[in-house]
Each structure stands twice: as C-alpha cells, then as structure tokens.
C-alpha cells in the first residue's frame, strides 16, 4: 500500500486559476535577456500565468549549450516584475537550489534525470527544507514508478507540501514517433495512488516535435491531467536547445483554445445513472475475466503435471507462436488491434510458464 504525502492542494499555492488545464510555458532555456521577456511578454499577452525557462541545462554531450547560469536568474526576475508571471525553472543540485532561493523563483522542477538519482535528490530536499517553493517532479527517465514515488517522498518528509509532478513520457530504444514513449498507464496508476497530486503533462518533451504537442495534450486532457508545461520561445527554430518542439506564444495560445476540456465528473442524474450502468456491465465482464482466466490457469496446471509425467519440456514455441498468430487473427475480426491482442496473450503466456515452472521444480 503507498503511503500518503502530506499536500497543499494546488489551489491554495496562488500561481494557477483553475479550471484546467494549468499552463505553465516557456523556453526550453533561457538564452538572452530579450529572447526571455519577449518570449514571456508573448506568453502574458496568451494569458499564461507562469514562466518556464531552463537555466542550468543537462545535455547529452559537453559543448552543447549548457544554459546560461545564474545571470539567467535575474532575467527571472525580470519577468516577475515587468509582466507579475511566477517563474520557474529546473533544479538539479543544491547549489541550483539556493541560487533559486537567492533570487526569488516561485517553483522549481526536478528533471527527468535527477529523479531517477536518490543521491541528488536527498541533496536537493534537504536545500529545500524551512522554503515554501512549490516542487514539481519529473518521472524519472526509465519507467520506473517507485523511483518516482521516492522522490516525491524524499522532498515531502523535507516538509515540501506543495508537490507535483510532470509526467514527460520514458526513454526507449524501441522505434517510436514521439522522442519519449508516453507510457501513460504508468502515469494513470501513480495518479490513482496519489489522486491529491496535481498532474502536468510535458508534450514538449514527450513528443519532441511541435507536430505532436496538441494531440498530447489532447491526450493527457482526456486522461484527467490538471495541467500542462509547455515549451514556447519567440524564435522557436532559432532555440539554443529543442528547437525541433517549441511552439511560438501566439501558436501556443491558439492551440490552447482548441482543446477540449472535459469535465471530470458532472452531477447530471441523466449521467450518473447512464455511467453507473455502464460500470456495472464493465464489472460483470471483469469478474468474467478473472473466472476465466482461473480456470485457464487450473488447465495450465494439469498440462505442467502431464509434461513433467512425459519429461517434457515446458515451453514449445511453436505452439505458441501459432496460438498467438491464432488470436491476434481472431483478435483484429473483433476490432482489437494487434497489439493489444499481442500484450494481453504474452501476459498469459507467461503465468502459464511459471505455473507450469513451479509443477515441475516441486
Ligand atoms: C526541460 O524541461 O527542459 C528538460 C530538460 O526536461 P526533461 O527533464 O524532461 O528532459
Ligand atoms: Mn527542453
């Protein structure tokens, strides 16, 4: 069972007007003091309320651009004053931390690749510690759920009670569109833990290309998420860093308007009574579900008796490959696609071997 986090609700931190989507935008990094306020007059003028600008960035090789460092921070500022947006940006070290301190910004993240660092994050809670800066934490960058959670727990027992998280999708060597796989369901169970955590989606990072960031944010929309963090530059292609998925303030506010903002729940009796029936249904067919699937494993289990009896071995592939071929067949007549059909097979598949792993080493 998680254990619970201690939370602000992210309405009382003074930085968002609900209803959603929150929007927090800005460059990936902050390169020049007029690139920042013009990017962030831009993004006022959209009706943004909170600036976004890497100052300290982590890049794959050296002698790429590394942000600009503290000098950016009064840029910040800058932007503070001129425009009254709140301001974050990435921390990723204690000295990154009190620097933010030092200059006023209003919140910081956590990127991708210091979430999945314990070390950097005891270093960066216990510099937070007595602040009332609001955190948000990025999912580490390999899909790994618990590694999330332990940051967030880390920062929360430094008594940080204004927590978030930014869900920027996981590396993969797999051949996708997007430069990060989505990964939702991963997103989607952290949220059922944690449902008082606010959810902000980063399509700019997640797709990697602005081609992408509507129909993500669509995307995470839909699944419930309360906001959004967005990269967004005055001169997008001209950008130190991601030019490829930056979108300019006036394109940003034009798609913004264009999503669809569902309810997340309605009080409508119509609905209530038409949802509840539904779920209804979906629960008989679950309990189906399990029923089967038992009574598929008790199956397994007499096969593991009768190969052990014959000394047989316990996976024959081809079978399985054309059981598989078999099902995903029939699967695409129903209208389920392949992969699904593929992913739910496989899983089945393997508790079939270990059930029958198990008969065998007894
Ligand atoms: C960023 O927000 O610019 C960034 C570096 O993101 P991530 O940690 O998701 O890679
Ligand atoms: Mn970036």
């Not at 902050?30 to 890049?59: C, N, S, Y």
């Not at 001129?82 to 933010?100: D, M, N, Q």
């Not at 880390?154 to 930014?166: F, M, Q, W």
Request: glycine residues 8%; negative net charge; hydrophobic residues 40%.
């Amino acid at each position: 069972m998680a254990k619970t986090l201690d939370l602000v609700p992210v309405t009382e931190w003074g930085f968002f007007t609900l209803p959603r989507p929150m929007v927090i935008a800005g460059p990936c990094s902050a390169e020049t003091e007029q690139q920042v306020m013009e990017t962030a007059k831009g993004l006022a003028d959209e009706g943004i309320h909170v600036f976004r600008a890497g100052i300290w960035k982590p890049r794959t090789h050296p002698g790429s651009f590394e942000g600009v460092g503290t000098e950016g921070l009064k840029w910040l500022r800058k932007v503070q004053k001129e425009y009254g947006l709140k301001v974050c940006t990435e921390v990723a070290s204690e000295k990154h931390v009190y620097e933010c301190i030092k200059f006023g910004v209003d919140m910081v993240w956590v990127g991708a690749r210091t979430t999945a660092n314990p070390f950097l994050m005891q270093e960066i809670a216990d510099a937070l510690k007595d602040t009332d800066i609001p955190v948000l934490v990025k999912n580490p960058v390999n899909p790994d759920i618990d590694l999330w959670i332990g940051a967030l727990e880390r920062l929360n027992r430094a008594g940080i009670r204004k927590l978030g998280v930014i869900h920027r999708g996981f590396s993969t060597s797999e051949k996708i569109a997007y430069r990060n796989a989505p990964g939702w369901q991963l997103a989607v169970e952290l949220r059922t833990r944690y449902p008082d955590l606010p959810f902000f989606a980063d399509p700019s990072h997640m797709g990697g290309d602005r081609k992408y960031i509507k129909e993500l944010s669509q995307r995470s929309l839909d699944l419930g998420f309360e906001g959004l963090m967005i990269e967004s530059h005055c001169f997008p292609s001209c950008a130190l860093s991601d030019a490829k998925q930056q979108l300019e303030p006036k394109v940003l506010g034009e798609m913004l308007a264009s999503l669809l903002v569902r309810e997340k729940d309605s009080s409508d009796e119509d609905y209530k009574s038409g949802i509840h029936q539904l779920r209804a249904q979906i629960d008989i067919l679950d309990e189906n579900l399990l029923y089967m699937l038992k009574s598929r494993q008790e199956i397994s289990r007499k096969i593991g008796q009768y190969k052990k009896e014959h000394n047989i071995a316990i996976v024959q592939t081809s079978r399985w490959d054309s059981l598989l071929a078999e099902m995903v067949r029939k699967g695409t007549e129903y209208g389920l696609s392949e992969k699904f059909v593929t992913a739910v097979f496989n899983a089945i598949h393997e508790a079939s071997v270990q059930t029958q792993n198990e008969i065998l080493e007894a």
